[in-house]
């Protein structure tokens, strides 16, 4: 289709934009041309009737029209001059034609005589009667201020016309070769511009979903294009990280929900067919709640994540004691660990109550994640330390333990979704993989940070900063 592409509109509009200008110039100097040329006529008609009536007319004092004639005859016919030279007397009437227009007179129009009697010079272009324009100056002379003939020079405009001739067949021949030579000018420029758009939209098409890991080509040049590139390639690269966390997530969430199914599709099966009394049925149905228990608690956990993706995660911000949530954090930690022999410590590093803005009851979802990983990991007779203190208006909160520790491989990874160091002892333990992606979220919807740092051997310690004013509200 015509216009179709951007390359074919930017020389179209080339294209017109040429003509438009051309055309414009080309009138403009026309007309700057013709008017100079006008102005060279007028310029030596004016000089010669200075002359005629100076040398020839105004110094020869009282003499009567013919005598006048035959003077400026002789003078005309001394001097070569080509144009034309007649005299009149002050009423307007003819009184000699030194060289006329083919033997005729020249036009004295009504304007013409009514300047001179004003006494003023007269310049009109007479076209009526003969092939080319005649350009005549109408002077008044003067004898003791009082105006004795009118002179009459004229000449023609040939010259000028065959000038301006020239010039438009010229025009007329050159321009649309100009303009096809931009045109194809514009075209080749038009293409070399877009080309890098071409090359991008090429790469561009051969990107699918499944192979996002292509990148467009970037020009050296630092202009418009290589930023568009540049933007496109950052936003594929985030299309790409979500696409694998998606596809991770999926497998992951099909692995955890498959493994309690095929439990409690094989403990059915068994019941059904081996079962033999109301307690061995009993004993099944209790294991098949656990595991829907445990199937609800990643559904649960998978619900509150995606929430935290589209930032609909809900928190009631008010406006509550933190050094109490971690006194009630401590108390609980406290009846934990008496049944696995640990202790745990809480230590307050500041010198008055901390009230921080937030969600009560999701900080202390954080908290006990935390505290409880930490128990699950530290070995019988450890202790874990919980210890709050204030810096540059945010609260800190660290939770340290004397657990088994984790790899320097392992940390970057241990926020992901359903990420385990030891997944068969994690399964086994009741956890889904979620618990610290879920602390992660909840502390960013705080405007916060979460890290974590560790030693294999010796434990581990996570630190929670989380501003003491609350999370900026988002509009």
Not at 15 to 20: A, N, V
Not at 340 to 368: C, F, K, P, W
Not at 446 to 460: E, I, K, L
Request: net charge negative; with cysteine; proline share 3%.
């Amino acid at each position: 289709m015509f216009l179709g592409s951007i390359r074919q509109r930017i020389t179209a509009w080339y294209f017109l934009s040429l003509i438009l200008i051309l055309l414009a110039v080309s009138i403009f100097w026309y007309l700057i041309l013709s008017h100079t040329l006008i102005l060279q006529i007028d310029k030596s008609l004016q000089e010669t009737a200075d002359i005629v009536e100076i040398g020839h007319l105004q110094q020869l004092g009282v003499i009567d029209a013919e005598q006048a004639c035959a003077i400026l005859e002789v003078y005309s016919y001394s001097q070569d001059w080509l144009g034309y030279v007649q005299l009149r007397d002050p009423a307007g009437n003819l009184a000699c034609i030194i060289q006329g227009v083919n033997g005729a007179p020249l036009p004295f129009s009504a304007e013409a005589q009514k300047s001179v009697q004003s006494g003023v010079a007269h310049y009109e272009t007479e076209s009526e009667f003969s092939s080319f324009p005649i350009r005549i100056l109408s002077v008044p002379i003067y004898r003791q201020k009082e105006i004795v003939r009118v002179l009459q020079v004229g000449q023609s405009s040939f010259g000028v016309q065959q000038i301006l001739s020239d010039l438009r067949a010229i025009s007329f021949f050159l321009s649309p070769i100009v303009v096809l030579m931009l045109t194809a000018f514009g075209w080749f420029l038009a293409g070399k511009v877009l080309s890098p758009i071409v090359d991008i939209t090429a790469t561009a098409q051969k990107i699918t979903a499944e192979k996002l890991n292509r990148r467009l080509p970037v020009s050296e040049a630092d202009d418009e294009i290589a930023q568009l590139a540049q933007t496109f390639n950052l936003m594929l690269a985030r299309l790409e990280e979500s696409f694998l966390r998606i596809r991770q997530f999926s497998g992951d969430a099909s692995h955890e929900l498959r493994t309690p199914l095929a439990i409690i599709k094989g403990e059915t099966e068994v019941a059904l067919r081996w079962a033999k009394n109301e307690a061995e049925l009993r004993m099944a149905l209790e294991s098949n709640l656990e595991e829907i228990d445990r199937m609800e608690r990643i559904v649960s956990d998978l619900l509150s994540l995606a929430r935290s993706d589209e930032s609909k995660l809900h928190l009631d911000i008010a406006s509550f004691s933190l050094t109490d949530l971690l006194q009630d954090i401590w108390m609980s930690g406290k009846v934990l660990a008496e049944q696995s022999g640990h202790t745990v410590h809480l230590d307050h590093a500041v010198t008055s109550e901390i009230y921080i803005n937030g969600d009560q009851l999701q900080l202390y979802r954080v908290m006990i994640n935390i505290l409880t990983n930490a128990l699950k990991y530290t070995p019988a007779g450890g202790r874990i330390d919980i210890r709050l203190s204030v810096q540059d208006e945010c609260a800190l909160i660290q939770l340290s333990d004397t657990g088994l520790g984790i790899a320097p491989e392992e940390l970057p990874h241990i926020f992901e979704r359903f990420y385990r160091i030891d997944s068969a002892r994690n399964r086994d333990q009741g956890g889904t993989g979620l618990g610290l992606a879920i602390v992660k979220a909840i502390v960013a919807a705080h405007d916060g940070t979460v890290s974590v740092a560790s030693v294999v051997g010796q434990g581990s310690t996570f630190s929670i900063s989380l501003p003491l004013s609350g999370p900026v509200l988002k509009i």
